[in-house]
């Protein structure tokens, strides 16, 4: 997965961590734990906020 694939890291967020609250996540722990995804491969320095604010609202409604 690179950080262009918001939706796949959103399906991975929601299996991975089945009993956060995405909403309450920080961008800090949330770009963590995007980077240490099994099947993340991509330059963790590419994930700023834009594309974690995609992210989290991709993980937002996957989640519901």
């Known amino acids: 997965m690179k ?3 918001v939706t796949s ?3 991975a967020l929601v299996e991975q961590y089945p009993d956060v609250d995405p909403a ?3 961008f800090v ?3 963590n734990w ?3 995804l099994p099947d993340f ?3 963790r320095s590419r994930g700023g906020e834009r594309v ?3 992210i989290q609202a991709a993980w937002i409604d ?3």
């Open 3 to 5: 950080w262009t694939d």
């Open 24 to 26: 309450s996540v920080r």
């Open 34 to 36: 995007v980077v240490a």
């Open 29 to 31: 722990d949330l770009h």
């Open 41 to 43: 491969d991509d330059d």
């Open 62 to 64: 996957e989640a519901q």
């Open 9 to 11: 890291i959103a399906e």
């Open 52 to 54: 974690l604010e995609a």
